[in-house]
């Protein structure tokens, strides 16, 4: 096999390959010869039908599947004694197939680029300090409150905060469509957790009241009947519940999982529940800093290859996340660009620290990683299976363990200076300050 190697600019490499047509030849005759044994041919019985009759009737299709196979093979090799590293598959350029001659193709392509990583002693990260105290745990606990709401009908009009149940009929142009009425339906004024036209449109209604709004739907609105539409909404107010806290008692209690205890068990708790989710920011502050840092100080020259993968990828779950279920609707692809080649220099990064520090996976870290994963199934040891048996999902587990193992790496020569904050400034969490989700995030324990 002759080889040879020419750079086309950049990471992109083109390989031209020879294989000698004896090569060839011989193997297309010992595929033909193979097929003999077993081909069953009209006229001839099993395995005797003459090689003559079989390279008759089969020849171009083996020549055509060993031609396939030997590219195939033949880069690989050529690869691996030129000391490439492919960065992606070639694209594959024929110059000669003739039956007879040798095989010569071209394969083009991007190679990974060399990685040197910066010694990681200059690496400058902060790491915070901070405690739960008593006040955070009040703090908390009122918040779990607010995700409990207790909702008593009043008889006056409806403001912020109130809960109005009404029953609606939308109407498009004057006419109804499949799922257009609708009864008993809860809408919380100022939430947003509704359309802004309803909210607006309730406040002030009274019980026994009647209104009609209009409201307009996205475009990416999941219901097509009226993605990108306006529709009228005829409503009737059925009643107002005002809104105020659970008391703190045994019922509030078992809400959260406390069955037993009272207040000095559910505080107990929070307070555990609030210091691994401290843990779990300390130690994402930390990691993002060391991500911000290789990214930062080891740039690299990418495969444009790998880049476009990521764009792509990153185009695709941007679409999931809005709704968007149609190719011409996904988001263009510039605003990406930047994340895609930070994900792919760091994952070349990560990977290059793996492998020249020797990182294995650690097993108990491994068997934490998929605790976690299956902690929320309602059938914990029927999920922790699954994912045992699926191969793809357990190489991803073990991704994010080394890349974990790999940060501590990078941790464990980094200059480390500590900087005391409130838990409310580490997580953004505190009356007021980020919403119900993440409120809910923070607030649950006991695995409810």
């Known amino acids: 096999m002759q080889v040879s190697v020419s750079d086309t600019g950049g990471l992109g490499k083109r ?14 005759t010992e595929r033909l010869k193979r097929l003999s044994r077993t081909a069953r041919l009209k006229g001839f019985r099993p395995g005797k039908a003459p090689l003559a009759v079989i390279t008759k009737q089969f020849g171009e299709q083996v020549r055509a599947e060993v031609v396939s196979d030997l590219m195939r093979t ?32 071209a394969a083009t392509f991007e190679v990974l680029p060399e990685i040197q990583v910066r010694p990681p002693d200059g690496i400058a990260v902060e790491r915070p300090k901070v405690e739960v105290t008593e006040s955070d745990i009040d703090a908390m606990i009122e918040n779990m409150r607010a995700q409990r709401p207790v909702f008593t009908e009043v008889a006056r009009a409806a403001r912020d905060t109130d809960r109005v149940v009404i029953d609606y009929q939308a109407r498009l142009e004057g006419q109804a469509f499949e799922g257009s009425d609708a009864t008993d339906v809860s809408v919380i004024l100022g939430s947003r957790q509704s359309m802004p036209e309803l909210e607006e449109g309730l406040k002030g209604a009274s019980a026994g009241e009647q209104r009609t709004i209009t409201a307009a739907f996205p ?35 078992r809400e959260y999982g406390v069955e037993q205890g009272g207040l000095a068990e559910m505080r107990a708790e929070v307070r555990k529940s609030m210091e691994k989710e401290l843990s779990d920011m300390v130690r994402n502050r930390l990691r993002a800093q060391v991500l911000d840092a290789l990214y930062r100080d080891n740039p690299l020259e990418l495969p444009r290859a790998m880049v476009e993968e990521q764009v792509q990828a990153l185009q695709i779950d941007a679409a ?30 990560m990977s290059h620290i793996v492998q020249t520090q020797g990182l294995k996976p650690d097993r108990q870290r491994l068997n ?17 299976r699954a994912y045992q048996q699926n191969p793809e999902a357990l190489r991803q587990i073990e991704s994010q363990v080394l890349e974990d193992q790999a940060v ?39 695995g409810t």
């Open 368 to 384: 934490d990683r998929l605790d976690d994963l299956v902690a929320n199934y309602p059938n914990a040891d029927e999920a922790r």
């Open 219 to 253: 475009a990416t609105h999941p219901n097509k009947i009226l993605a990108g539409r306006s529709a009228q909404l005829h409503l009737s107010i059925k009643r107002v519940e005002e809104q105020s806290l659970p008391a703190v008692d045994e019922a509030f209690f």
């Open 15 to 28: 390989l031209e390959v020879a294989v000698p047509a004896t090569e060839v030849a011989s193997e297309v």
């Open 74 to 105: 033949s880069f690989a090799q050529a690869v691996s004694e030129q000391n490439l590293k492919p960065a992606a598959g070639p694209r594959i350029e024929p110059i000669e197939m003739s039956p007879g001659s040798d095989l010569k193709y």
């Open 320 to 349: 999931r996340r809005l709704g968007v279920r149609e190719a011409s609707q996904i988001p263009p692809r510039d605003p990406f660009i930047e994340a895609a080649r930070r994900r792919v220099a760091l994952g070349l990064l």
């Open 408 to 446: 501590e790496w990078v941790l464990a020569a980094a200059r480390i200076s500590e900087r005391p904050m409130s838990f409310k400034e580490l997580t953004g969490f505190g009356p007021g300050a980020q919403g119900d989700q993440q409120l809910a995030q923070h607030s649950e324990v006991s």
